[in-house]
């Protein structure tokens, strides 16, 4: 298994419209811009790995387009149902790029 590390995910350019799925250590990951705050978090969603880079978006609330689980990203991912929350990882800009902790 991969040691802990902060990785690049893309550039911050990249995100100017909207979400941005990307592969990092293996794992797909989402990061998305809200307003001016950085979100990553597992593609796979926590109810039964619905594509979550297809979630739709009201603010930092996603739902999954497969059975409508909603989860509040700045909220640590929990599920507004009280379900299984979404595996949300830190996330930071260095420079031109956003980095994500795996
Ligand atoms: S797979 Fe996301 S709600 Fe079922």
């Known amino acids: 298994m991969d040691t ?3 990785r690049k ?3 911050i350019e990249e995100l100017a419209d ?3 799925l990307v592969e990092i250590a293996r ?3 989402v990061i998305m811009k809200a307003g001016d705050r950085l979100f990553a978090f597992n593609d796979l969603c926590a109810h039964s790995g619905g594509p979550m880079h297809r979630a739709e ?5 996603l739902t999954c387009p497969l059975h409508g689980w909603r989860f509040d ?3 640590d991912g929990e599920e ?3 379900f299984r929350p979404l595996a949300v990882y830190p996330v930071r800009q260095s420079g031109d790029s956003v980095e994500v902790f795996l």
């Not at 978006?57 to 609330?61: D, L, S």
Request: hydrophobic share 40%.
């Open 27 to 29: 794992r797909k990951v």
């Open 73 to 75: 990203l700045a909220r």
């Open 18 to 20: 909207g979400a941005r």
């Open 9 to 11: 995910g893309c550039d």
């Open 4 to 6: 802990e590390a902060w």
């Open 57 to 61: 978006v009201e603010g930092t609330v």
């Open 80 to 82: 507004l149902h009280g």
